[in-house]
């Protein structure tokens, strides 16, 4: 069965350092997602891509996140200047449409230092 | 902003007991989908429900979706051990296009048998 796949599990990193955090959506769905989880707490929307552009975003993707879809399978989410507070799991999701279920990943535990 | 509230917080039973929980959304919903993680793990789709007043089973999970598409819940029947995790209730806004999946803070499920 099609999943979608992450990359790195745990990623650790430095204040102020970059970060890319990277996903490969099942190959037949146009909607990609990020989501992120602080320990304990519940799962947040960010942001959502549909045909090459953010199709929607929440009050947490701000100027230092962004996403790319740099070729046919890969989605991505760069943060710029990691803060203490993004330590987090980072989930992608995706979906064949936007009114179909989301599959999520394993997700990537952020941890920033 | 769209909020989703979920009750209880926690819920211990003892295997064979029954469980519900209880999600409502502060504004009318396209779809509400219910979601299972287990600790370390990731949210898994369990159902999407759609339609007002529509009830779906699976084995022994029984998920509603409330008349004014505002209000939704999971009510599992003998609960087993396997069903430990906690069971997230995740709501897309009822609007054009709307992606985001504002997740409930989730029920936490115990099971001692």
């Known amino acids: 069965e099609p999943e979608v796949t992450q990359t790195p599990s745990h990623q650790v990193t430095q204040m102020g350092q970059e970060v890319i955090l990277r996903c490969v959506p099942i190959s037949n769905h146009l909607y ?48 710029r200047s990691t803060k203490l507070e993004d330590s987090a799991m980072y989930f992608c999701a995706s979906s064949r449409d936007y009114r179909n279920e989301q599959f999520f990943g394993p997700g990537t535990r952020l941890t920033v230092l | 902003g769209q909020q989703v509230m979920q009750i209880p917080q926690y819920q211990h039973v003892q295997e064979g007991e029954d469980f519900t929980t209880y999600c409502n959304s502060s504004t009318t919903l396209s779809n509400i989908q219910w979601y299972k993680q287990r600790p370390g793990g990731h949210p898994v789709f369990l159902i999407q429900l759609v339609k007002s007043g529509e009830v779906k089973k699976q084995k022994r999970l029984t998920f509603q979706f409330g008349e004014a598409k505002k209000n939704s819940s999971l009510h599992i029947t003998a609960t087993q051990t396997t069903d430990v995790g906690t069971y997230f209730c995740a709501g897309t806004e009822y609007r054009q296009a709307g992606t985001a999946l504002i997740f409930g803070k989730g029920t936490t499920l115990s099971v001692s048998s």
Do not use: A
């Open chain 1, 32 to 79: 990609f997602y990020w989501y992120r989880q602080i320990l304990g707490q519940k799962v947040e929307f960010l942001v959502s891509f549909y045909n090459n552009e953010i199709s929607e975003k929440s009050e947490i993707f701000d100027d230092q996140f962004s996403v790319e879809r740099p070729d046919g399978s890969n989605f991505t989410l760069k943060i």
